[in-house]
């Protein structure tokens, strides 16, 4: 990744240094929330909706939304390839393409992931999205799924995470990246955007063929426009928030909880927003990038929903619905920690890394929330019979 990125290019011409860490550290904070903010704007515009994606399909057999997010997903996974063909970016400095398989976790993880965002009503960036226009019932799964993401990264329930779906008894070990390249045998460039545009290429195949689709506005606008946000996210942490540590005099990615490339995804940073709420005052805190996703999805959900008169305040219609969702909550936030990621951490960010588990992820989302609607169906006609 040699060479000057367009970002440090701006910066210098507005007279700031680029390599100054807190510069850097600050620059990605803030682009991340102009980022997400673009995210939340059109989410709410359009109406973007992963669980609802699964829904239509599994209550009406309707796949324009499902398409909408398979269109993010192309578009990702080509810009991805594109520039880690370019060697702009490493995808092998995410969390998401290791040496190790953790295929337990994953199914499990994303099963109790699809099931959560069932019962809440909506994954987590649906859950930012609806805060910002107003439902409170978004704010009660803010609170909890963030503090389970919380204790299932670091805290009781964590240590079943390690110990049992990430034991090295159910963990499979290869050599070099987990990644289909990989595992196909192609890991050069060449064979890595060969692969990436083979896919995107199918994926924008299947969702183009529908002349219906083709007509809907808000859901090719929502596609694209996320799709182009995770790979603009890999490329602000990945290319230009890599810089050389001044105390460690080594390459580090600045601005970014793992400490490596990132973009979207709203689980874990859920967590990390809520534990510097509670610890703003220790300067080892800090505002990175997930955090100000997080805080950046929210306010273009609301300003969308001032300028677009969709604001209003939403509660909970009785104490069942209440407590639906926080059970919700909580398995959202506990599978998605164990999953390493959500509906777009996994399901786009992940999966335009091409690795092995984000497939593995995804598959089981969608599996535990058309499952969860399918009892969920079955017990309404019961009740109603």
Request: net charge neutral; proline share 1%.
């Amino acid at each position: 990744m040699e060479g000057i990125d367009l970002i440090s290019q701006v910066l210098a011409a507005l007279g700031w240094d680029a390599n100054d860490p807190l510069v850097k550290t600050r620059t990605v904070a803030w682009l991340a929330f102009a980022l997400a903010f673009i995210f939340g704007y059109v989410g709410n515009k359009t109406q973007f909706c992963t669980m609802g994606a699964v829904s239509d399909i599994v209550n009406m057999s309707h796949w324009d939304r499902m398409r909408a997010w398979l269109l993010a997903i192309a578009v990702a996974i080509i810009g991805t390839s594109l520039m880690a063909y370019t060697g702009t970016i490493d995808v092998a400095k995410t969390i998401y393409t290791g040496s190790s398989i953790y295929w337990l976790a994953a199914l499990v993880g994303g099963l109790t992931f699809g099931i959560g965002m069932t019962l809440a009503g909506g994954c987590g960036q649906r859950t930012l999205v609806r805060l910002g226009g107003g439902n409170l019932k978004s704010l009660i799964v803010f609170i909890f799924l963030g503090y389970a993401a919380l204790v299932t990264l670091t805290g009781i329930f964590g240590a079943f995470r390690v110990s049992v779906l990430q034991a090295d008894a159910v963990t499979l070990h290869v050599d070099g990246l987990q990644t289909l390249p990989a595992l196909f045998g192609l890991v050069t460039p060449v064979g890595t955007l060969a692969i990436g545009l083979a896919i995107g290429a199918a994926l924008l195949l299947f969702v183009f063929l529908n002349k219906e689709f083709r007509s809907s506005g808000d859901n090719i606008l929502a596609g694209i426009v996320i799709g182009l946000i995770v790979a603009a996210g890999w490329y602000l942490t990945g290319r230009f928030g890599f810089g050389e540590d001044p105390d460690t005099l080594e390459m580090v990615y600045f601005g970014t909880n793992s400490h490596l490339a990132e973009s979207m995804t709203f689980v874990a940073p859920l967590a990390y927003t809520l534990n510097l709420g509670s610890l703003w005052t220790d300067s080892s805190t800090i505002v990175t990038f997930g955090v100000a996703s997080v805080l950046g999805v929210i306010a273009g959900s609301l300003v969308y929903g001032v300028v677009g008169r969709t604001f209003r305040l939403e509660s909970f219609n009785s104490s069942g619905d209440m407590f639906r969702h926080i059970i919700g909550a909580i398995l959202m936030g506990f599978g998605g920690v164990t999953a390493l990621g959500c509906t777009i951490g996994q399901g786009v960010t992940g999966i335009s890394t091409l690795a092995v588990s984000s497939f593995i992820v995804l598959a089981a989302i969608i599996a535990g929330a058309a499952l969860t609607m399918k009892v969920q169906y079955f017990l309404m006609m019961r009740a109603e019979g």
